[in-house]
């Protein structure tokens, strides 16, 4: 052991050329130093072989004995282990990152939900942190049958669920209950009443009997079809009224819209806040403080430190951007989205077309005057008998 290094055995092949190389052999051998396959060629240069940790010792003897060196190739892995020794910061900080890596899997920071439809993302994890599964979570510990259970107890909108963990990521597979229909007596009787008033355009009667034609004015609540029909020996029996009445409705809606505010105009300038997020907590880094900020919009990302899709690491770079403004002049709500969210929800309303529609417009108002053709018959079930 030399200079407190091992030898792991790394070789080199010098060239020794010029001066007295015998008197370098022999100073060489003095020395300790031994050389290993020495051959001499034609022009009286010598080639040897040599532990690369003597290479300097060798430069030394070979100034006194004037001769040149000149290192030909590396034999064996000393380079190698060198570089690893120079850069053995960063492989520390590589097995580390992979140690960190290793020990995220074993907990739980992202969740996806799939087959939800009436239920949010939100309403499902909110149920399974009751249950004891949130960001954080280690998942090896959790008994998922356990878990399965107490969540289908709690949210009775759930039929079934599961939960798959890869890595760092959780996804919740759910199947939500089917909503059973109205149960009713079929034996019950029951009209078909007006829901609105209008003009009658056609009428449809499956069961029960008419008691408005085409063409006749109907009141709201008016019974359509009656559910009391008489026999031909003058008997009354009661039935469940079944059918469709297509009348012309007009509806008159008014909207009132929000008052004028002052619009906001952006300045120049943005102002950038960085915070590192580990897990729940977070860490934030603002450069300015936050009533020089009170004014701004504020746009926030986040960017998580992993592989979407493959894991989550529980690090996250939160980028906030604060852009100032100032108020401007007067902004009137925009009348015309106005309007089409009106109709919108009244086609959704009826059951049946918007045949014509018409705006008033007034200070901080709509009115919708609308022609409709819809079906205004509903079932209403008779209390006597």
Not at 158 to 183: C, D, F, I, Q, Y
Request: hydrophobic share 40%.
């Amino acid at each position: 052991m030399r200079r407190g290094k091992v030898n792991w055995g790394g070789i080199v092949s010098v060239e020794i050329s010029g001066g007295n190389s015998d008197r370098l052999l022999n100073a060489c051998t003095e020395a300790g130093l031994f050389l290993r396959r020495v051959e001499r060629e034609e022009n009286g240069t010598l080639k040897v072989r040599l532990p690369e940790e003597d290479m300097e010792r060798l430069k030394k003897i070979a100034v006194l004995c004037m001769c040149e060196t000149k290192l030909i190739a590396y034999i064996g892995e000393s380079r190698t282990i060198r570089m690893l020794e120079r850069r053995a910061g960063l492989l520390a900080a590589a097995a580390v990152f992979a140690l960190l890596l290793t020990a995220s899997g074993l907990f739980i920071w992202d969740f996806e939900v799939v087959g939800n439809r009436t239920l949010s993302k939100y309403e499902i994890l909110r149920t399974l942190a009751d249950c004891g599964v949130s960001e954080g979570c280690f998942w090896p510990a959790t008994d998922i049958e356990a878990i399965r259970s107490r969540v289908l107890l709690k949210e009775q909108k759930l039929a079934w669920m599961t939960l798959n963990v890869r890595g760092s990521r959780a996804t919740v597979l759910v199947l939500e209950r089917e909503e059973k229909p109205p149960l009713y007596d079929e034996e019950k009787a029951a009209d078909l009443v007006a829901l609105r008033g209008g003009v009658i355009d056609e009428m449809t009667v499956k069961n029960g009997r008419a008691l408005v034609t085409a063409g006749q004015l109907v009141a709201a609540g008016e019974t359509l079809v009656s559910g009391r029909m008489e026999s031909v020996s003058g008997d009354t029996r009661s039935v469940r009224a079944e059918g469709t009445a297509t009348a012309d409705t007009w509806r008159e809606i008014r909207v009132y819209l929000s008052p004028a505010a002052q619009e906001k105009t952006h300045r120049s300038g943005v102002h950038l806040i960085l915070g590192l997020k580990c897990g729940k907590r977070r860490l934030n880094l603002a450069p300015k403080g936050r009533k020089e900020l009170d004014e701004c919009d504020r746009i926030s990302k986040e960017y998580n430190l992993g592989i979407k899709g493959v894991f989550c690491f529980p690090l996250s770079l939160v980028v906030e951007e604060y852009r100032p403004f100032e108020n401007g002049g007067d902004f009137r709500p925009d009348e015309e989205a106005a309007e089409r969210r009106t109709l919108d929800a009244l086609a959704d309303e009826i059951d049946g077309e918007i045949v014509s529609a018409d705006f008033e417009r007034g200070e901080g108002w709509l009115l919708l005057r609308a022609h409709c053709r819809e079906n205004i018959a509903i079932l209403q079930e008779r209390t006597d008998p």
